[in-house]
């Protein structure tokens, strides 16, 4: 069974040769909200002014920190990097239709092939209960299919092996490292169930605010049909905490049971899409074995006429 899930995945990281130039083009034509000094143009120096400049180019500070008037140069730069954080932590292990982490896998590496096609630099960052990887932004012909060949290699560890159990998902870690990762404004990619806490001490709200200031930020969330389904199996089991590892005794089917788990579903979609909107960072739901190519290129499509 294992070599026929793992042959399954590999066939449609594959098939992402042929599907990607979609993508890609939908990636190229998508209306993203600029995140550079007017369009696609970026700080390069500071220099003298000379009478042929624009007077509203002076740059005021270091003007009077020099004693004369200087003025603020920009240089056209249109390749936004791209940088996908990759959610491995125990919460992506399970799913209806494949794992939640077989989904992410998917749709991230349809991510790096595009971005590779686009003649974009891309990188990437995975984290469970710590960061555990980072792979610096890069336009190396290799970058996309060594990704795709990670993200692989690290759904089927989260599937086999329940993924990496410890203090929890650290949503919030992982979007500071981003931020910190990142040298220039790009385009973030955050790949996740998002079942981390997004308010309250350790809450990964704020840091990813503070990342979408200076990114623009798409919140990818996979989600599985059980994840509100639980209620509704007749059983008293022992279970253990997926992200902590804590052990409780849990009694299903209870009358309420199936109202509990799924209003704890609700809640937590709710609390994300509540975090997204004070961070203003745009969002896709991809459910376990839905179409991911299907589902980024409508996206892209849609921002385009948002645009």
């Known amino acids: 069974m294992t070599v026929i899930r793992d042959e399954r995945l590999r066939k449609a990281i594959r098939r992402l040769l042929f599907v990607s130039p979609e ?9 993203f909200r600029s995140v550079f000094k007017g369009r696609g143009m970026e700080f390069d120096a500071i220099r003298e002014y000379s009478p042929e400049d624009d007077a509203r180019s002076i740059d005021w500070n270091a003007s009077v920190r020099f004693g004369r008037p200087f003025v603020k140069t920009w240089r056209e730069d249109r390749s936004l990097s791209v940088f996908i954080v990759f959610d491995e932590s125990a919460s992506m292990s399970y799913g209806s239709n494949g794992s939640k982490a077989e989904t992410a896998a998917v749709a991230a590496s349809l991510i790096a092939y595009a971005a590779a096609l686009s003649s974009a630099p891309v990188g990437a960052l995975f984290f469970s209960d710590r960061v555990t990887g980072t792979f610096v932004p890069s336009s190396a012909p290799v970058r996309a299919p060594a990704l795709a060949a990670r993200f692989e290699s690290s759904a089927r560890a989260v599937r086999e092996g329940g993924g990496q159990e410890g203090r929890g998902t650290v949503l919030a870690e992982a979007a500071e ?8 404004r790009s385009l973030v990619f955050f790949v996740s169930d998002f079942l981390a806490a997004a308010e309250g001490s350790g ?14 930020v798409v919140a990818i969330r996979i989600y599985d049909d059980a994840d509100a389904l639980a209620g509704r199996i007749r059983a008293s089991v022992r279970v253990a905490d997926a992200e902590t590892g804590k052990i409780t005794r849990l009694t299903l089917g209870r009358r309420d049971s199936a109202g509990d788990f799924a209003s704890y579903a609700s809640e937590s979609r709710l609390e994300w899409l509540r975090a997204l909107g004070s961070s203003h960072a745009s969002r896709i739901e991809l459910r376990t074995g839905d179409d991911s190519a299907k589902a980024l290129v409508s996206f892209f499509k849609r921002r385009r006429r948002a645009g």
Request: positive net charge; aromatic residues 10%.
């Open 23 to 31: 993508l890609s083009r939908a990636f190229m034509s998508g209306s």
């Open 177 to 184: 490292a981003t931020k910190r990762e990142l040298k220039r």
């Open 203 to 216: 809450g990964w709200s704020r840091p990813f605010g503070l990342l979408a200031r200076n990114h623009d």
